[in-house]
Structure formats: C-alpha cells, structure tokens
C-alpha cells in the first residue's frame, strides 16, 4: 500500500475510536443523569444468616464445654 492509503486508513481508526468513545461518555453522562438516590438493599437471605447463627451457637457451646472444667465463669 502506498503512504495516502496507509494515512487514510490510519485515520478512519482513529475517527472510529475517537466516535466510540465519545459515545461511551455520553452513555456515562445520561445514566449518571437517571440514577436515583440510595439503592434499595437487597433481601436478606434468611437460609445463610440462619446457618451463621447456627454455626456460631455451636461454636459457643463447643467452647463452654471446653472450659467448663477452668472455672472461668
């Protein structure tokens, strides 16, 4: 390829970057536009704080058992 093709070539790249990221900001721009106040949290997952709960019970009474014998209470 000869040096005008070649320039023509590398222009039409840039032209196109340079058009997508314009329209990447602009996307930004509208979407920071429509965002609402403070997100609502998600649900509690009541099956996982559960088994977190019970995992810790029991952790407790493992430990109280263990010493029940040092008279640490």
């Known amino acids: 390829m000869d040096s005008k093709k ?3 070539v ?3 790249v840039f032209e196109y ?3 997508e990221e314009e329209a990447f900001c602009a996307s ?3 979407a ?3 965002v609402p ?3 609502v949290p998600p649900p509690a ?8 709960q019970q995992q810790m019970e029991l952790r407790n009474l493992m ?3 263990a010493f029940a014998g040092a008279r640490l209470r």
């Open 6 to 8: 070649m320039a023509a």
């Open 10 to 12: 590398g222009a039409a």
């Open 17 to 19: 970057i340079r058009g």
């Open 28 to 30: 930004l721009a509208g």
């Open 32 to 34: 920071q536009a429509t």
């Open 37 to 39: 106040g403070p997100a």
């Open 45 to 52: 997952k009541l099956w996982g704080l559960n088994g977190r």
């Open 63 to 65: 430990q109280w058992r």
